[in-house]
């Protein structure tokens, strides 16, 4: 079966400083995605970072970069320069394509809450 | 815009009662599910489709029925809601190039 484990509920930053929330995983799958989304209090939910396993390079995006330990499962995500619009839910999903099929597997999250 | 959209956005149901949320989305994609958010769980998987025609259940399918007869819909039906089925529902299409597209949602509450 096909797992993520968030296992920090609440974090919180002071504005500017850099906060890296944990996300790990368990597939058994070679070929997968991961994903970090981010669920503001409006509710939409906005891709923030994906990476592909078979890439050893970390991705990044702007302020947002993740740590890939595909040995570990491990799915870090680093905000750098953290801004008060950063306060959201963020969500850890993998994607794994089996049968012919994608299913796309939450954690259950980490609220992120960024202090002036 | 491109995009999918799910109506409505809030509901209110009594327990027993049916209603239909509609998810359409207008990128072609073949794949398209419905997941639930509930408080400290994320969100959890529904039921899903790889194409019209074809549907499948995720996590949770129970008290849930759907249906794809054409690409683009993917209704999502409570045949006698319950107070347990109160959540926010989120449609969601997959596409290669752009990946998974949220719907912004549809907080349902069962009184």
């Known amino acids: 079966a096909q797992t993520v484990t968030q296992s920090q509920p609440e974090m919180s930053v002071q504005e500017a400083e850099t906060v890296t929330l944990s996300c790990t995983y368990d597939t058994s799958e070679n070929n997968y995605y991961l994903f970090w989304y981010k669920q503001p209090p409006s509710r939409q939910m906005i891709l923030v970072i994906r990476?592909?396993?078979?890439?050893?390079q970390n991705a990044t995006e702007n302020r947002f970069s993740v740590n890939f330990q595909k040995a570990a499962k491990s799915f870090s995500l680093k905000i750098s320069d953290s801004q008060l619009g950063d306060t959201a839910m963020y969500f850890c999903a993998s994607l794994i394509t089996q049968g012919g099929s994608e299913k796309l597997v939450f954690g259950k999250g980490t609220k992120l809450t960024v202090n002036p | 815009n491109a995009g999918v959209t799910q109506t409505p956005k809030f509901q209110v149901l009594k327990t027993g009662q049916s209603m239909t949320l509609q998810c359409a989305q207008d990128?072609?994609?073949?794949?398209m599910s419905w997941y639930r958010q509930d408080p400290g769980m994320g969100l959890r998987l529904i039921h899903y489709?790889?194409?019209?025609?074809?549907?499948d259940q995720g996590e949770v399918p129970n008290g849930y029925n759907v249906s794809r007869s054409t690409t683009e819909d993917f209704p999502l039906r409570l045949l006698s809601a319950a107070p347990s089925q109160t959540s926010v529902y989120f449609c969601?299409?997959?596409?290669?190039?752009?990946?998974?597209?949220f719907g912004s949602g549809t907080r349902l509450t069962v009184v």
């Open positions: 969601a299409s997959y596409g290669r190039i752009y990946g998974y597209t």
């Open positions: 990128m072609n994609h073949e794949y």
């Open positions: 990476q592909e396993a078979y890439k050893q």
């Open positions: 489709s790889v194409g019209a025609g074809i549907t």
